[in-house]
């Protein structure tokens, strides 16, 4: 119950955000026709975007307690750790992602570099990109292929964040202009290796030997609630590159997926048990 009700309003939060954005961010002269909404416009960057992380958290997190009780919990702080110090690495030295800095959007920061939402992202989406990993390279072995699989699926998800939440509107800035709507190119590979050194955390941990528990239906739902967001903005700006590149890579993911399914081909890569 609780579950349905964050995942509710975090569909409900996305939504305004972007009816907000496609009316009043790309039609500026409204806020003048409309003066009640100009207060609104003001502060709902900042209100949406933080409400929408906490409520997706709560959403994943309910979901967790109610089909796996507190075995998340190790693979929570692998996940904020590794994502902190990458981030934290990111803001301060420009790797791997490339040299940005966060605005104040996000609200308070840990070390006053980065949002402490932004570990928390990391975390949901992580864990729902490994579980739907698992729906293909079933099994409780260590498998590389699975680790590559949810990283690239992690990885995906950027590929309309960053222009919809930097390009589009200014949550992080970044200090050199890429050539992917104002981001380096180097910020994909920082997203994948990073999303590959919590998807080896995963592993280690055994999350496969849980996550099995959690539904795919609820997995993708939940994966898909959060693309809705980033999606939706591309969309409205009329970013049809950055949708077009997002579908292919998911067009990989459901290739394969289909391919193991009919096929069931060997494992992409060697899955070796740890003891």
């Given at each position: 119950?609780?579950?349905?009700?964050?995942?509710?309003?975090?569909?409900?939060?996305?939504?305004?955000s972007?009816?907000?954005?496609?009316?009043?961010?790309?039609?500026?002269?409204?806020?003048?026709?409309?003066p009640?909404?100009?207060?609104?416009?003001?502060?709902?960057?900042?209100?949406?975007?933080?409400?929408?992380?906490?409520?997706?958290?709560?959403?994943?997190?309910?979901?967790?307690?109610?089909?796996?009780?507190?075995?998340?919990?190790?693979?929570f702080?692998?996940?904020?750790?590794?994502?902190?110090?990458s981030?934290?690495?990111?803001?301060?030295?420009?790797?791997p992602?490339?040299?940005?800095e966060?605005?104040?959007?996000?609200?308070?920061?840990?070390?006053?570099?980065?949002?402490y939402?932004?570990?928390?992202?990391?975390?949901?989406?992580?864990?729902?990109?490994?579980g739907?990993?698992?729906t293909?390279?079933?099994?409780?072995?260590?498998?590389?292929?699975?680790?590559?699989?949810?990283?690239?699926?992690?990885?995906?998800?950027?590929?309309?964040?960053?222009?919809?939440?930097?390009?589009?509107?200014?949550?992080?800035?970044?200090?050199?202009?890429?050539?992917?709507?104002g981001?380096?190119?180097?910020?994909?590979?920082?997203?994948?290796?990073?999303?590959?050194?919590?998807?080896?955390?995963?592993?280690?941990?055994?999350?496969?030997?849980?996550?099995?528990?959690?539904?795919?239906?609820?997995?993708?739902?939940?994966?898909?609630?959060?693309?809705?967001?980033?999606?939706?903005?591309v969309?409205?700006?009329?970013?049809?590159?950055?949708?077009?590149?997002?579908?292919?890579?998911?067009?990989?993911?459901?290739?394969?997926f289909?391919?193991?399914?009919?096929?069931?081909?060997?494992?992409?890569?060697?899955?070796?048990?740890i003891?």
């Open positions: 119950m609780f579950q349905s009700l964050a995942l509710g309003a975090l569909l409900l939060v996305n939504s305004l972007i009816f907000g954005y496609a009316t009043f961010s790309r039609n500026s002269q409204l806020l003048v026709t409309y009640w909404a100009q207060p609104i416009f003001e502060n709902a960057y900042w209100v949406f975007a933080r409400l929408q992380i906490l409520l997706a958290l709560l959403a994943m997190l309910f979901l967790l307690h109610n089909k796996v009780r507190g075995k998340w919990v190790p693979a702080c692998a996940a904020v750790l590794i994502s902190l110090g981030e934290f690495c990111g803001t301060t030295w420009g790797l992602f490339g040299s940005y966060y605005t104040d959007l996000l609200g308070p920061t840990l070390f006053g570099r980065v949002p939402l932004i570990p928390l992202s990391w975390f949901f989406m992580g864990i729902s990109s490994f739907i990993s698992q293909v390279f079933t099994g409780t072995k260590f498998s590389f292929a699975r680790i590559l699989l949810a990283s690239w699926i992690l990885m995906s998800w950027d590929l309309t964040l960053d222009p919809a939440m930097s390009h589009l509107a200014p949550f992080w800035t970044w200090n050199e202009a890429g050539p992917y709507f981001t380096p190119l180097l910020n994909l590979a920082g997203w994948y290796v990073t999303g590959f050194c919590i998807m080896l955390s995963f592993e280690v941990l055994r999350v496969n030997r849980w996550i099995s528990a959690i539904p795919t239906t609820s997995l993708l739902t939940f994966y898909g609630a959060n693309l809705v967001l980033p999606l939706g903005i969309v409205a700006a009329g970013l049809w590159e950055a949708v077009a590149i997002s579908g292919i890579c998911y067009s990989i993911v459901a290739f394969i289909l391919y193991r399914r009919l096929f069931w081909s060997p494992p992409l890569l060697t899955q070796l048990p003891e």
